[in-house]
């Protein structure tokens, strides 16, 4: 008999509104103290400064908004799961309109006000199952929330490494939703039961086509904490660099997860 299908994981609808909404919030009050000259400091996005990664935090957001002002589909076609491998956390470095974008906006503080004022409001209008389209498909409003938690976990972390000192903290539940959805993704682009992917607090997965562990201590055992599998999947860390740095534990022959990282990058 085939082993039955993994059900999908899903999201509790309020704690991904709060997870968001406390994550830009985080943002919002670092980066209005941050000065001009902070602000100019090259990222490790292509050359983006802080204030246009900042610009680009804020289009992330306000990409809500224009989903939810468009025409809602008929049907779902994509799962939440999918989005990692069809989009990218470093694709405000190939965006010239994100630079456009920062000189429009000087004020990246109050940008990021307005841009929560705007989800704030659009969150108490709009249920958590309304349709939206997506740059990847068409999803539910609050799966399409979870990828926006994602960016704002990862250039979050992008915009702490940038700026010396800065320490923006990591809403509790969006780094959860992060974590779990790229470990879904690795399974997704992995499946299989040979090898357990161990995030704590947050999520564990198996994955890699082999033989099926079931009791016991799992032969290959792949460990890391959140901020370094979130680096990892989105390439901002490199598996072996995570290994020699000693930010992940891997032992079994099929532990080795560098030719499926990054999922996204």
């Known amino acids: ?16 509104r709060a997870a968001v909404l406390a994550q830009l919030g985080h943002l919002r009050q670092a980066v209005g103290g941050l000065t001009p000259g902070q602000l100019a400091l090259p990222t490790r996005l292509g050359g983006l400064t802080a204030g246009e990664l900042v610009a680009h935090i804020g289009e992330a957001v306000a990409d809500v908004g224009r989903a939810v002002a468009a025409p809602a589909p008929l049907r779902q076609d994509v799962q939440v799961v999918q989005w990692p491998s069809r989009s990218a956390c470093g694709a405000a470095a190939a965006d010239a309109g994100v630079r456009d974008l920062a000189a429009r906006h000087p004020d990246p ?69 992060a974590t779990r959805l790229l470990l879904d993704a690795l399974a997704l682009r992995a499946p299989g039961g ?17 033989p099926r562990h079931t009791r016991g201590t799992p032969p290959n ?24 740095r000693a930010e992940v534990s891997a032992s079994g022959e099929r532990a080795d997860l560098s030719q499926l990282l990054p999922l996204m990058d």
């Open 1 to 16: 008999m085939p082993p039955a299908k993994k059900r999908a994981r899903s999201y509790d609808p309020a704690r991904t």
């Open 109 to 177: 503080g109050a940008f990021l006000e307005e841009a929560e004022r705007d989800l704030r409001g659009l969150l108490a209008a709009h249920p958590a199952g309304r349709l939206v389209r997506s740059d990847t498909g068409a999803l539910p409003l609050d799966d399409y929330l979870v990828t926006r938690a994602v960016e704002l976990v990862v250039h979050t972390d992008d915009l702490n490494a940038a700026v010396s000192g800065l320490d923006v903290p990591c809403d509790r539940q969006a780094l959860a939703a």
């Open 194 to 210: 040979t090898t357990e992917v161990r995030v704590p607090p947050y999520a564990v997965v198996q994955c890699v086509e082999g």
């Open 221 to 244: 055992v792949v460990e890391t904490d959140p901020l370094t599998w979130i680096r990892l999947a989105t390439g901002r860390t490199s598996w072996s660099d995570a290994l020699g």
